[in-house]
T-cell receptor
């Protein structure tokens, strides 16, 4: 138990569906992150939120839409995805000054 | 730009033997370096970090890492490997070019460690 919870753990969706991934952290951290992990590729940072404000968006397609309503919750809204978006999506949180990230177990997304 | 490299995609070790997983880094200024482990179908777990101080850093599960500034390396080591150590290992560096609370980590491509009985 890392203190970062992601739901759902597994998601299968069609290209026309709309779904959301949810992340919740119970660590009192003030920064949250979405990473994408594809097979045989390095971890890709997608979004960074600090104090509920988006501070980085690494050229992620608009079919991925993040939302951070408060410092404990982070969402990734998914719309009209492509099969190449199938991957493990990892949420993480951290507290400023340490740089150490705490990861959730990930949401395994399959796009048909 | 900050970066890390893990030159080996896979490392094979016999149980009971010492193991080393290599990492080199490229940063401007003093590096903040990390090691993470990922077991199958799980998220990443923090093992250890180097910020400053002693070059030999001890972490979880008996792992340690040695910071070598002259060689710009931060290799992960364990004196005696266990079958249960088999997993994917990531080296990471904190990106100090972005000023935000919490910072962000840049990860290497990962090294698959396989420990055989």
């Amino acid at each position: 138990e890392t203190g970062v919870t992601q739901t759902p753990r597994h998601l299968v969706m069609g290209m026309t569906n709309k779904k959301s991934l949810k992340c919740e952290q119970h660590l009192g951290h003030n920064a949250m992150y979405w990473y994408k992990q594809s097979a045989k590729k390095p971890l890709e940072l997608m979004f960074v939120y600090s104090l509920e404000e988006r501070v980085e968006n690494n050229s992620v397609p608009s079919r991925f839409s993040p939302e951070c309503p408060n410092s404990s919750h982070l969402f990734l809204h998914l719309h009209t995805l492509q099969p190449e978006d199938s991957a493990l999506y990892l949420c993480a949180s951290s507290q400023d000054g340490t740089g150490e990230l705490f990861f959730g177990e990930g949401s395994r997304l399959t796009v048909l | 730009a900050q970066s890390v490299a893990q030159p080996e995609d896979q490392v094979n070790v016999a149980e009971g033997n010492p193991l080393t997983v290599k990492c080199t880094y490229s940063v401007s200024g003093n590096p903040y370096l990390f090691w993470y482990v990922q077991y199958p179908n799980r998220g990443l777990q923090f093992l250890l970090k180097y910020i400053t101080g002693d070059n030999l850093v001890k972490g979880s599960y008996g792992f340690e890492a040695e910071f070598n500034k002259s060689q710009t390396s931060f290799h992960l080591k364990k004196p005696s490997a266990l079958v249960s150590d088999s997993a994917l290992y990531f080296c990471a560096v904190r990106d100090l070019t972005i000023y935000n609370q919490g910072g962000k980590l840049i990860f290497g491509q990962g090294t698959e460690l396989s420990v055989k009985p």
